[in-house]
């Protein structure tokens, strides 16, 4: 869970960055940031796929399946 909020933070923080029409005018640093959410989206989504797996499993386990 600790995890999943630190990247949703950077996430959030790449996102107000991406926004921002400043950005673009530095090429290197937007595609920089841009580089760097897809990163973050990306280890989030497994982040969140791998925690909806150990959920099941809980549950499953919980209810003696």
């Known amino acids: 869970q600790q995890e999943i909020a630190s990247g949703e933070g950077r996430k959030k923080d790449l996102e107000e960055i991406l926004a921002d029409g400043k950005t673009y005018q530095d ?31 809980i549950d499953a386990a919980e209810s003696g399946g």
């Not at 090429?27 to 099941?56: F, H, M, P």
């Open 27 to 57: 090429e290197k640093k937007a595609r920089s940031a841009g580089a760097e959410y897809r990163e973050v989206k990306a280890r989030l989504d497994t982040l969140y796929a791998e925690w909806a797996e150990i959920q099941e499993n």
